[in-house]
């Protein structure tokens, strides 16, 4: 199981939106809507920010949303604040109760 | 409110064995809406999942770490553990646990890690 793949990097100014994406296969992302976001800032534990692909836990801003396209699912981060610079990774299911995490989306804020 | 803790030796050497436990507290190991998983993360690179246990202890592991993982659970402790063996260099990460969500329901988070320990470090040298 390879990785899912993720631009190393993205930035935006604040108040701007930014969209990370996150590219998998027809065995992963292509084929379960079980994908999840994760934030992580420096230090710290991931946190659960997104499920099912555009779920939203309670605690977590309306400014974060997700959706996928075939085999590349999206996060998007609308009114970017100064907090939200971290990182973020992906993660989907891969059938056979297997989970793939993509290689981490760095993001600035400008 | 759930907790999950990790502990275990934090310099394992190389060929040896590494063996890190998981204490969860604030809620039951044994919910069959969950499941209870591994996560590592070597320095400055992403995160790698390494498997999956359930509290009836069926496991499901990363399958490039198969052949060194072991999962096991302790309800009466309302712990579970991992053992890799032979370990590398590669093997230095950051190690987490996370309760996965295993449940069908609108607002249960299935197949994602929705509560995470606070990692513990693990380095392999001699």
């Known amino acids: 199981q390879s990785a899912l793949t993720q631009p190393a990097s993205v930035s935006g100014s604040p108040g701007q939106s930014i969209t990370i994406s996150c590219t998998g296969t027809?065995?992963?992302?292509?084929?379960?809507?079980?994908v999840s976001w994760y934030q992580q800032h420096p230090g710290k534990a991931p946190r659960f920010m997104i499920y099912?692909?555009?779920k939203r836990p309670s605690g977590v801003s309306s400014r974060f949303s997700g959706s996928k396209s075939g085999n590349t699912a999206s996060l998007t981060i609308s009114g970017l604040q100064a907090e939200d610079e971290a990182d973020y990774f992906c993660c989907s299911y891969a059938g056979s109760n297997i989970l793939v995490f993509g290689g981490g989306t760095k993001l600035t804020v400008l | 409110q759930l907790q999950l803790e990790e502990s275990g030796p934090g310099l394992v050497k190389p060929s040896e064995t590494l063996s890190l436990t998981c204490a969860v507290s604030g809620g039951s190991i044994s919910s069959s809406s969950y499941k209870w998983g591994w996560i590592r993360q070597p320095p400055g690179k992403g995160l790698a999942w390494i498997g999956t246990i359930s509290h009836t202890g069926s496991t499901y592991y990363n399958p490039s770490l198969a052949s060194r993982v072991t999962m096991s659970v302790d309800t009466s402790k309302n712990q579970f553990s991992v053992r890799l063996s032979s370990v590398t260099a590669a093997d230095t990460a950051m190690y987490y646990c996370a309760r996965q969500g295993s449940c069908s329901s609108a607002t249960c988070p299935r197949t994602a890690f929705d509560v995470w320990g606070q990692g513990t470090k693990v380095t392999v040298s001699s």
């Open positions: 099912e692909v555009s």
């Open positions: 027809n065995s992963d992302v292509g084929s379960y809507n079980f």
